[in-house]
């Protein structure tokens, strides 16, 4: 329908249009992830770089696959750029060392799957990224929870480019040598060992918050304030509003800091939520997506507070350690829902709908 | 703009709209110059929204500059006067200034180049007149909005009298971009302006006037405020330089703070909505006796070679105006209006009318546009629309054929202003969705009272058929009994008689 108007229709209003398009606002992004990506790399070492090269490569060919198959051109579709967005996005949600059949089949199944079944972009319902992260940890939760202490790259006892593809093919060799625990499995295992916050987070072992990055987990995790930097950049250049980031982490800082006061011993405390498993990514890069998230203001709260509460929620009384990934595809389900309920008021019209009353504006001086 | 003024720009504008580059200027900049009287003139019947006028001249009359050519007819109208004088060669079909490119009818001048102008009637103090005498000279000198709505300017003044209403808000804000008629009547003809909105306030009986000014214009803003110094009840407010600040509706919340609900008029909240070359125009109806026979047009554009605004006569023919202005290339598109609503001409042989801000001709860079993507929901129309509407879903509504559910959402609050589609990131045309949906719905509304009027047709037929079945049977058996009865009379008669005569027998 849309070809037929344009094409039978006289060229129409407005006959100017802003310098703006999907691959400039995709771009951005990309490149606002781009410092904590490198950080992580740093951090990491070859095995990880490797692995962000496949997972993207297999976003973009899972994306390829698909825009082939319909008969659409594969260039301009792929140079919109979300597919090599959500590739990354997967990628730096994932455990550095993970083998590389990891990231193929989280790449795969983010685009194929969560994406282009749904219609392509535009239509998913669900964040591609974070579906594809899902599915791996359901699947693998063995290699999708072998974490590794920092190593940077430049150290001696680093993979070098050699040892980081076998890495990559193989799998971590001795995983005792390099494995640790993110601070959010840490301590929901010794919880469940029956030893409380107060003692295990004590310990010499114990993982701390440490804002360089230098700490188990992954890219996007560790990185938290070249994370929270790069979010602050999109919102400056009004990419994303400040909407869903705030309230998300308002939601799960909130409830963490009631928790924690009532009983320290069981729950952890605010910044550690804030600054772990991902929540600075979650909150303005995954949330965010605005595919899959409200379109007014207020339903952006709503959203975003729903992220973040559920969160808390997953991450203190759940199965998994983390609750990220689980909260965003929920209030994902609710989207639809919260558009529905929750829209903008319309100038002259009350928050219903109906028509305002004159009387109460001819007042108004 | 650097990048922390941009940011402080950004805090104090608005929520709604978009910010386009305005190449206002140099255009802007160049001093007014007059066209040179053109050999043809074209004069539009219809150049307001009513009832076209009626011709009362024939072709082969002379006329003189200022002679009524074609009378007001109904309530909502406006009377055309002739541009020039010279001879009427004539009536008949134009292209109108609309991209379908219809025919409209016009009366056809060759000017005589003498400018001979008719007898003047100006009163001595206008300010003596009563409200409704002044209504009825602005209403004789033809003076419709100048914005672009082209309004009977008179209709609105007596509304504003009829409704009590307190607040004359003249706009200035001249939002679109490329356009700077508004701007240069404030910097060139300050002082008419102000006496034209004191005229208005007289007219309408109303306490005070707003001036609302984009803040982008500050030579004007500063004209005005000189020229308005005298009069306390004349305020020259700046406005925040905001697309589509120059509708009315943005322009009364933010400089009065009230909203104008959805199903009334401006008038119903005591304001009254009138451009500053409106207020020019009125002045020179009463102080000089002059109808609205000439504006300035804005001619500007990439294709343009010297470009500025023109004084041009009304039925000049946006062809003798770029040739005036001069091209640089052949004008990829040609627009009458601004760029954000301004509408598409097929061809440069069209009239310009009492509400012709600009013609623009564009070159082939300034109207590129990207081939339309799939919406991505970003929400940027969201954030743009000036009403509060969800363009996206709208065009989701309708793109899936539910024309209901998009009117559900508030289409016909969409006042098509295009800073949605200006800014979608994936180029959709949703105005073009908007335009195309709410013409469908009013001719499926056209064709249910269509429908519905034949529908009672069809039963009223039905009644009466079957009243007239009735009255029918009933006239036949009054008739038979009337029958019956003359019969027996008859019989009863000749029955009578027969014995009459056997008795006489």
Same mark, same amino acid.
């Given at each position: 329908?849309?070809?037929?108007?344009?094409?039978?229709?006289?060229?129409?209003?407005?006959?100017?249009?802003?310098?703006?398009?999907?691959?400039?606002?995709?771009?951005?992004?990309?490149?606002?992830?781009?410092?904590?990506?490198?950080?992580?790399?740093?951090?990491?070492?070859?095995?990880?770089?490797?692995?962000?090269?496949?997972?993207?490569?297999?976003?973009?060919?899972?994306?390829?696959?698909?825009?082939?198959? +319909?008969?659409?051109? =594969?260039? %301009?579709?792929?140079?919109? &750029? #979300?597919?090599?967005? /959500?590739?990354? *996005? $997967?990628?730096?949600?994932?455990?550095?060392?993970?083998?590389?059949?990891?990231?193929?089949?989280?790449?795969?199944?983010?685009?194929?799957?969560?994406?282009?079944?749904?219609?392509?972009?535009?239509?998913?319902?669900?964040?591609?990224?974070?579906?594809?992260?899902?599915?791996?940890?359901?699947?693998?939760?063995?290699?999708?929870?072998?974490?590794?202490?920092?190593?940077?790259?430049?150290?001696?006892?680093?993979?070098?480019?050699?040892?980081?593809?076998?890495?990559?093919?193989?799998?971590?060799?001795?995983?005792?040598?390099?494995?640790?625990?993110?601070?959010?499995?840490?301590?929901?295992?010794?919880?469940?060992?029956?030893?409380?916050?107060?003692?295990?987070?004590?310990?010499?072992? +114990?993982?701390?918050? =440490?804002? %360089?990055?230098?700490?188990? &987990? #992954?890219?996007?995790? /560790?990185?938290? *304030? $070249?994370?929270?930097?790069?979010?602050?950049?999109?919102?400056?250049?009004?990419?994303?509003?400040?909407?869903?980031?705030?309230?998300?982490?308002?939601?799960?800082?909130?409830?963490?800091?009631?928790?924690?006061?009532?009983?320290?011993?069981?729950?952890?405390?605010?910044?550690?939520?804030?600054?772990?498993?991902?929540?600075?990514?979650?909150?303005?890069?995954?949330?965010?997506?605005?595919?899959?998230?409200?379109?007014?203001?207020?339903?952006?709260?709503?959203?975003?507070?729903?992220?973040?509460?559920?969160?808390?929620?997953?991450?203190?009384?759940?199965?998994?350690?983390?609750?990220?990934?689980?909260?965003?595809?929920?209030?994902?389900?609710?989207?639809?829902?919260?558009?529905?309920?929750?829209?903008?008021?319309?100038?002259?019209?009350?928050?219903? &709908?109906?028509?305002?009353?004159?009387?109460?504006?001819?007042?108004?001086? | 703009?650097?990048?922390?003024?941009?940011?402080?720009?950004?805090?104090?504008?608005?929520?709604?709209?978009?910010?386009?580059?305005?190449?206002?200027?140099?255009?802007?900049?160049?001093?007014?110059?007059?066209?040179?009287?053109?050999?043809?003139?074209?004069?539009?019947?219809?150049?307001?929204?009513?009832?076209?006028?009626?011709?009362?001249?024939?072709?082969?009359?002379?006329?003189?500059?200022?002679?009524?050519?074609?009378?007001?007819?109904?309530?909502?109208?406006?009377?055309?006067?002739?541009?020039?004088?010279?001879?009427?060669?004539?009536?008949?079909?134009?292209?109108?200034?609309?991209?379908?490119?219809?025919?409209?009818?016009?009366?056809?001048?060759?000017?005589?180049?003498?400018?001979?102008?008719?007898?003047?009637?100006?009163?001595?103090?206008?300010?003596?007149?009563?409200?409704?005498?002044?209504?009825?000279?602005?209403?004789?000198?033809?003076?419709?909005?100048?914005?672009?709505?082209?309004?009977?300017?008179?209709?609105?003044?007596?509304?504003?009298?009829?409704?009590?209403?307190?607040?004359?808000?003249?706009?200035?804000?001249?939002?679109?971009?490329?356009?700077?008629?508004?701007?240069?009547?404030?910097?060139?003809?300050?002082?008419?302006?102000?006496?034209?909105?004191?005229?208005?306030?007289?007219?309408?009986?109303?306490?005070?006037?707003?001036?609302?000014?984009?803040?982008?214009?500050?030579?004007?803003?500063?004209?005005?405020?000189?020229?308005?110094?005298?009069?306390?009840?004349?305020?020259?407010?700046?406005?925040?330089?905001?697309?589509?600040?120059?509708?009315?509706?943005?322009?009364?919340?933010?400089?009065?703070?009230?909203?104008?609900?959805?199903?009334?008029?401006?008038?119903?909240?005591?304001?009254?909505?009138?451009?500053?070359?409106?207020?020019?125009?009125?002045?020179?109806?009463?102080?000089?006796?002059?109808?609205?026979?000439?504006?300035?047009?804005?001619?500007?554009?990439?294709?343009?070679?010297?470009?500025?605004?023109?004084?041009?006569?009304?039925?000049?023919?946006?062809?003798?105006?770029?040739?005036?202005?001069?091209?640089?290339?052949?004008?990829?598109?040609?627009?009458?209006?601004?760029?954000?609503?301004?509408?598409?001409?097929?061809?440069?042989?069209?009239?310009?009318?009492?509400?012709?801000?600009?013609?623009?001709?564009?070159?082939?860079?300034?109207?590129?546009?990207?081939?339309?993507?799939?919406?991505?929901?970003?929400?940027?129309?969201?954030?743009?629309?000036?009403?509060?509407?969800?363009?996206?879903?709208?065009?989701?509504?309708?793109?899936?054929?539910?024309?209901?559910?998009?009117?559900?959402?508030?289409?016909?609050?969409?006042?098509?202003?295009?800073?949605?589609?200006?800014?979608?990131?994936?180029?959709?045309?949703?105005?073009?969705?908007?335009?195309?949906?709410?013409?469908?719905?009013?001719?499926?509304?056209?064709?249910?009272?269509?429908?519905?009027?034949?529908?009672?047709?069809?039963?009223?037929?039905?009644?009466?058929?079957?009243?007239?079945?009735?009255?029918?049977?009933?006239?036949?058996?009054?008739?038979?009994?009337?029958?019956?009865?003359?019969?027996?009379?008859?019989?009863?008669?000749?029955?009578?008689?027969?014995?009459?005569?056997?008795?006489?027998?």
């Amino acid at each position: 329908m849309t070809h037929n108007l344009t094409l039978t229709a006289p060229p129409t209003a407005p006959h100017t249009l802003a310098a703006n398009s999907i691959s400039r606002i995709m771009l951005t992004v990309a490149a606002t992830l781009a410092p904590a990506t490198l950080y992580g790399f740093w951090l990491y070492g070859w095995p990880s770089i490797f692995l962000w090269v496949i997972t993207v490569l297999a976003a973009l060919f899972g994306e390829a696959l698909c825009i082939k198959l +319909a008969g659409r051109s =594969v260039v %301009s579709a792929l140079s919109d &750029g #979300s597919a090599l967005l /959500t590739g990354w *996005l $997967l990628a730096i949600s994932l455990p550095p060392w993970a083998p590389w059949w990891i990231g193929v089949l989280g790449g795969l199944f983010a685009t194929i799957l969560a994406k282009q079944v749904f219609g392509g972009l535009g239509f998913n319902l669900f964040n591609p990224a974070m579906v594809g992260r899902v599915f791996l940890l359901i699947s693998f939760p063995v290699q999708m929870t072998v974490w590794v202490a920092p190593l940077p790259i430049t150290a001696a006892s680093a993979p070098g480019f050699h040892d980081g593809l076998l890495i990559a093919a193989h799998g971590i060799p001795s995983m005792d040598a390099v494995s640790s625990a993110t601070l959010l499995g840490f301590a929901k295992t010794e919880l469940s060992r029956g030893i409380d916050l107060l003692h295990s987070l004590a310990g010499t072992n +114990a993982p701390g918050i =440490v804002l %360089s990055g230098a700490r188990s &987990g #992954s890219m996007g995790e /560790t990185a938290s *304030l $070249l994370i929270l930097a790069g979010g602050m950049v999109l919102i400056f250049l009004r990419i994303i509003s400040w909407h869903i980031p705030a309230a998300l982490l308002a939601g799960l800082a909130l409830p963490a800091a009631i928790a924690h006061g009532i009983d320290p011993t069981r729950y952890l405390d605010a910044s550690s939520h804030l600054f772990s498993g991902g929540a600075m990514l979650g909150a303005f890069f995954i949330a965010t997506d605005y595919v899959t998230s409200p379109n007014s203001r207020i339903g952006q709260l709503v959203f975003g507070a729903g992220c973040g509460f559920l969160t808390f929620v997953i991450r203190t009384w759940g199965g998994y350690p983390e609750g990220m990934a689980f909260a965003v595809l929920l209030m994902n389900a609710m989207t639809p829902v919260i558009d529905r309920y929750i829209r903008p008021r319309i100038l002259g019209r009350d928050w219903r &709908g109906a028509p305002l009353d004159p009387a109460t504006q001819k007042g108004k001086s | 703009m650097g990048l922390i003024e941009k940011f402080l720009h950004n805090l104090k504008a608005p929520r709604w709209g978009v910010h386009p580059d305005d190449h206002k200027r140099p255009a802007a900049d160049a001093p007014l110059r007059e066209l040179p009287l053109p050999k043809r003139l074209y004069i539009p019947l219809q150049q307001h929204v009513g009832q076209p006028a009626r011709p009362i001249v024939l072709v082969g009359q002379t006329v003189l500059k200022g002679q009524l050519i074609a009378e007001a007819q109904g309530n909502i109208s406006a009377p055309v006067h002739a541009s020039a004088s010279g001879r009427v060669v004539s009536i008949g079909e134009v292209t109108a200034p609309h991209p379908s490119g219809l025919p409209l009818v016009a009366i056809g001048i060759e000017p005589d180049g003498l400018d001979t102008t008719a007898e003047l009637t100006i009163p001595a103090d206008p300010f003596a007149l009563s409200p409704a005498e002044l209504t009825r000279l602005v209403a004789a000198a033809g003076v419709v909005g100048l914005g672009g709505a082209t309004f009977p300017s008179s209709v609105k003044l007596a509304l504003g009298k009829r409704s009590e209403v307190t607040t004359l808000i003249v706009n200035g804000g001249e939002c679109e971009p490329y356009l700077s008629c508004d701007d240069r009547v404030m910097r060139d003809f300050a002082a008419s302006v102000i006496d034209g909105v004191r005229l208005m306030l007289h007219a309408m009986g109303a306490r005070e006037a707003l001036v609302g000014i984009e803040d982008n214009k500050p030579e004007a803003i500063a004209a005005m405020k000189r020229a308005s110094a005298t009069f306390p009840e004349i305020k020259v407010r700046p406005v925040p330089a905001r697309y589509p600040m120059g509708s009315d509706r943005q322009l009364i919340v933010t400089l009065t703070g009230k909203e104008v609900p959805s199903d009334c008029r401006a008038a119903d909240v005591g304001v009254i909505v009138n451009n500053v070359s409106t207020a020019n125009a009125v002045h020179r109806a009463i102080r000089l006796g002059e109808p609205l026979i000439r504006r300035i047009v804005t001619v500007n554009g990439g294709a343009v070679w010297q470009p500025g605004n023109i004084l041009a006569p009304i039925g000049t023919l946006a062809s003798d105006l770029l040739a005036f202005a001069g091209l640089k290339s052949e004008p990829a598109r040609i627009v009458m209006g601004g760029p954000m609503m301004g509408a598409v001409l097929p061809h440069a042989k069209v009239p310009i009318v009492k509400g012709t801000s600009g013609i623009l001709a564009f070159n082939e860079d300034e109207i590129a546009a990207p081939e339309a993507g799939a919406c991505i929901r970003c929400g940027t129309c969201t954030s743009a629309c000036p009403m509060g509407l969800l363009p996206l879903e709208m065009a989701a509504q309708i793109r899936a054929g539910s024309l209901n559910g998009a009117e559900a959402l508030g289409l016909a609050d969409c006042i098509a202003c295009g800073c949605c589609a200006y800014v979608c990131p994936s180029h959709i045309p949703l105005v073009q969705y908007f335009s195309h949906a709410k013409g469908e719905l009013s001719e499926q509304s056209r064709s249910r009272l269509r429908n519905e009027a034949t529908k009672r047709l069809a039963a009223e037929r039905v009644v009466r058929l079957e009243r007239e079945a009735i009255e029918k049977a009933e006239a036949a058996a009054r008739r038979k009994a009337e029958r019956a009865a003359q019969k027996a009379a008859e019989a009863a008669k000749s029955a009578t008689e027969s014995k009459e005569t056997e008795a006489a027998e």
